[in-house]
Structures are given as structure tokens and as C-alpha cells.
């Protein structure tokens, strides 16, 4: 199984920026994608960004060109570079990977959020 903890959720004034760090442990064979989703209160949970092990990225149109997403596939570790944010980037953000375990089936798992609250 694949564990995922994020750090780096905080309070920021619109027009700031946070760095959201998550960490894979555990065990498995490989994780094909990583990414980002959040969840604002009373909404459902959406993609913000995803890469996969190859680089290859994926981003809701509302981030492009404000977050970046990056991976350090050494290290199991993926990033989300968040510039100019915005109030309405304000939600609970979860880390995600999509893995094959050790027994060679494919699986996902999420992390337990941070929160990031940006005030106007």
C-alpha cells in the first residue's frame, strides 16, 4: 500500500503563495500518477493537477499559468507550486496516487488533506 502525507497548507492574503509537499511510504511496485485535488465546503472534490511518471501533466484550466505541479520520482515525493492565489482556491487539498501494489493490481489512495484558506 501506498501512504501519502501532505504538508504546507496555510492561511495566505490573495495574490500569495504556498508550496503543498506530499510524500509516498510504504510499499509497492509503481506509482503511475500523482496529483492534487480539493474540496471546498459544500463542493465536490475536484482535479487541480496531475503527473504522471513520464511528466506528463494534466491541470484544471481555473490554475493554469498560477500552480505548477512537479514530481521527484527518486524521492516519491510531488509538489504544487501555488502563485496569485485567490480566495476561491480556498479548500481542503488532498494528495493522490495511482499505484500498482506489490502483488502487480493497480489501486489509488489519498492523503488526509491540508488546508489552504486564502483571504481577501
Known amino acids: 500500500q501506498v501512504q501519502l502525507v501532505e504538508s504546507g497548507g496555510d492561511l495566505v492574503q490573495a495574490g500569495g503563495s504556498l508550496r503543498l509537499s506530499c510524500a509516498a511510504s510504504g510499499s509497492w511496485s509503481i506509482i503511475y500518477v500523482m496529483g492534487w485535488y480539493r474540496q471546498a465546503p459544500g463542493k465536490q472534490r475536484d482535479m487541480v493537477a496531475t503527473?504522471?511518471?513520464?511528466?506528463?501533466?494534466h491541470a484544471a484550466d481555473s490554475v493554469k499559468g498560477r500552480f505548477t505541479i512537479a514530481r521527484d520520482n527518486a524521492e516519491n515525493t510531488v509538489y504544487l507550486q501555488m502563485n496569485d492565489l485567490k480566495p476561491e482556491d480556498t479548500a481542503v487539498y488532498y494528495c493522490y496516487a495511482a499505484f500498482v501494489d506489490i502483488w502487480g493490481r493497480t489501486s489509488e489512495n489519498w492523503g488526509q488533506g491540508t488546508q489552504v484558506t486564502v483571504s481577501s
Open positions: 503527473i504522471s511518471r513520464d511528466g506528463t501533466i
